[in-house]
């Protein structure tokens, strides 16, 4: 796979430096049978430093789970060597099985059929909290 | 289906709605006695309780229902794996509405989000426990004759005592409340407490790990149990653990009518011996307790059926 050149696929841009390997793993793209080029510490003028994550593949990608972890990162949509669509991300009200409640107390440990819904409750901090126990949401 | 799993869930101006039910209740209980004829509720008890249990089943037997009761997760389908959701879709084939308590946190949500019929959350764990706060709030509305300008103190655990996130948050609502939060460094209230509720809605408070001081100002005091568990160390513990027991000398320098209640059970945070003062309201509490449970139970059937 050459890292400067995709024909048809997704460029995740501008990810606040240290974050692309959490978007990687959120969005599953380790399970995917998918080229897939992971670029960190890149300079950018804009923020000093920006993680890159280039898919080789025309694949859904979940919007929602970019807004969680980085709402500033961009994803650029490229078909046959050129842009097409550019979308800016957004957090989410609501997360719908993407991370898991950590509290050892939460239903959700027990009852593990259960979707593991988390609320936005703090724009300004970005806070998410578990929809069932109030937990904060930890992403590690 | 309207259900109330969280004190959030009920607006204040339902909540004054509650208390006048409440209270005409206490005035007229033959008006009521068989307000909920043909009515069923389903007490799911799935770890131990003594009064809330007996709480919500004199409730119902007060307004003239029946009660279908389970308790211990042991004696329930759930000792066979069966789901919170699969139990609440059940018992909604029989009862008319549901007052749930169960260990784990976010229970009654799930309940709620199953059942067809209205769920009470009777306690999830640490986590809500809303009939509580009303009981609380009929106390302070009974001895103070109001909810405004009143100095409210807390006492003790205030980082893992759900009855006093959920007090500070409904009483919060009212104007001219002032906070004065008295516990230890380690056991402070929650920052998501502090900051969503305190701060933001510009309410003034204190923060101090002086109980004896704290007293003379406040018009109620909210004792809860420091428990041992609770810190890191045992020294720690030795250290503060007399500070917050309530005695009858720390009373001497306090207001003449000061409301003091706990959400019981008590173990030794408050003396025996200030039972007798005519300032303590905790046994009026667990009365409380059953009017607004009554108060509940009527509005949302009344709900429900519309």
Redesign the interface.
């Known amino acids: 796979m050459n890292i400067d050149s995709i024909k048809d696929g997704i460029v995740i841009d501008h990810i606040k430096a240290g974050c692309a390997m959490k978007i990687y793993e959120l969005l599953g793209l380790d399970k995917q049978d998918v080229s897939v080029a992971i670029i960190k510490n890149v300079s950018s003028r804009k923020l000093g430093k920006k993680d890159i994550i280039k898919v080789d593949a025309d694949i859904p990608v979940d919007l929602d789970v970019i807004g969680f972890i980085d709402p500033d990162a961009t994803v650029n949509i490229i078909k046959d060597g050129v842009l097409i669509k550019k979308y800016t991300v957004d957090m989410p009200e609501k997360l719908v099985n993407v991370i898991s409640c950590k509290n050892p107390r939460c239903i959700t440990t027990c009852e593990q059929e259960l979707a593991q819904i988390f609320n936005l409750t703090d724009r300004e901090n970005k806070v998410y909290r578990c929809a069932y126990c109030e937990t904060k949401a930890s992403i590690n | 289906m309207r259900s109330v799993i969280d004190i959030r869930d009920l607006s204040t101006e339902e909540i004054d709605s509650l208390i006048s039910v409440a209270l005409d209740i206490i005035d007229n209980p033959d008006k009521y006695a068989e307000a909920c004829k043909r009515k069923k509720l389903a007490t799911l008890f799935f770890e131990p309780s003594t009064r809330t249990r007996l709480s919500f089943e004199a409730a119902m037997y007060e307004l003239g229902g029946n009660v279908l009761s389970v308790t211990g997760a042991g004696t329930s389908s759930a000792a066979k794996g069966e789901?919170?959701?699969d139990t609440a879709k059940t018992v909604s084939c029989y009862a008319d509405i549901i007052a749930m308590r169960?260990?784990?946190?976010?229970?009654a949500?799930?309940a709620a989000n199953n059942a067809s019929i209205p769920v009470i959350n009777a306690g999830?764990?640490?986590?809500n426990h809303p009939t509580q706060t009303l009981a609380d709030l009929l106390t302070i509305h009974r001895e103070k004759g109001r909810f405004s300008d009143l100095t409210v103190g807390f006492c003790g655990d205030l980082k893992f005592g759900r009855t006093v996130h959920s007090l500070i948050n409904a009483i919060t609502r009212y104007p001219g409340i002032k906070l004065v939060l008295i516990s230890p460094e380690e056991l402070k209230v929650p920052g998501?407490v502090k900051n969503?509720v305190i701060i933001r809605n510009n309410i003034p408070y204190e923060e101090t790990n002086d109980l004896l001081s704290a007293i003379p100002k406040l018009d109620v005091l909210y004792m809860t149990r420091v428990q041992r568990e609770r810190f890191f160390n045992e020294e720690d513990y030795l250290r503060l653990k007399d500070s917050y027991i309530l005695e009858p000398s720390k009373l001497t320098n306090a207001k003449k009518d000061l409301c003091i209640m706990h959400p019981l059970p008590r173990v030794n945070e408050i003396s025996v011996s200030v039972d007798d003062d005519p300032r303590a309201c905790y046994f009026k509490q667990v009365l409380n307790g059953k009017y607004m449970r009554m108060a509940l139970i009527l509005k949302l059937l009344e709900e429900a059926e519309k």
Do not use: M, N, R
């Not at chain 2, 169960?102 to 229970?107: L, T, W």
């Open positions: 789901s919170v959701a169960h260990p784990k946190e976010g229970a949500l799930v999830d764990g640490g986590h998501y969503d």
